[in-house]
């Protein structure tokens, strides 16, 4: 396995259900991202942890919680959702924060659908 | 307000029909701008990254160029197989904030 891995690639979702999406990262970088990505709109960065540590979480509402165990892995757990939470849900990694190298490494995404 | 706009929304050429790619930013203290490629299904794709004005960065037939207020993403004699969407970054201050994206279709 090489580079920034995604599970599952698409779900869906009813509005009570409680899921998780897994991010597992191959390349030694020690920050991990999670962003949202909804059609003809900007990524927007939800969570950024670096050394597994939670150094940024951009006002998301608290039904997605972010769990970074180490820094390789990092999880999305999903409960309560909402239609217009259905989107492109991307992990990403970098070797420092991004703001300092600028190089982001994405995995394919999460397909999010919510009924 | 902060922001980065990238235009056209979408661009379709015929190929070997070179353009130019737009990135447009009102943000302070910029700190770097980057441009990414995404093909549908996929993440984004690291391509640039551009520190100051005046700057160009060159792979195969793309150039980044960047000014004070915008960059460019250069195509030249574009191929099917350069067709994707082209997302610009900014960072700025303590943020990253990126473009909505330009989707380019290349017909042969």
């Known amino acids: 396995e090489t580079g920034v891995t995604q599970t599952p690639r698409h779900l869906v979702m009813g509005m009570t259900n409680k899921k998780s999406l897994k991010c597992e990262q191959h390349?030694?970088?020690?920050?991990m991202y999670w962003y949202k990505q909804s059609a003809k709109k900007p990524l927007e960065l939800m969570f950024v942890y670096s050394l597994e540590e939670r150094v940024e979480n951009n006002s998301v509402p608290s039904r997605f919680s972010p769990e970074c165990p180490n820094s390789s892995h990092l999880f999305l757990h999903l409960h309560t959702l909402q239609p217009e939470d259905s989107a492109l849900y991307l992990c990403a990694s970098s070797s420092g924060l991004v703001q300092n190298t600028g190089e982001l490494f994405f995995g394919e995404g999460s397909r999010l659908t919510v009924l | 307000e902060d922001q980065v706009t990238q235009s056209p929304e979408a661009l379709r050429l015929q190929e070997g029909e070179s353009s130019s790619l737009n990135c447009s930013y009102t943000?302070?203290?910029?700190?770097?701008l980057f441009w990414y490629r995404q093909d549908p299904g996929k993440g984004p794709e690291f391509l640039f990254t551009?520190?100051?004005a005046g700057e160009e960065k060159e792979k195969e037939r793309l150039k980044a160029t960047l000014t004070k207020k915008e960059s460019f993403l250069h195509i030249t004699a574009p191929k099917p197989e350069d067709s994707a969407t082209y997302l610009c970054a900014v960072h700025y201050n303590n943020d990253m904030r990126f473009g909505a994206g330009t989707r380019l279709t290349v017909k042969p």
């Open positions: 943000v302070s203290g910029l700190r770097g």
């Open positions: 551009l520190y100051s």
């Open positions: 390349l030694g970088h020690n920050a």
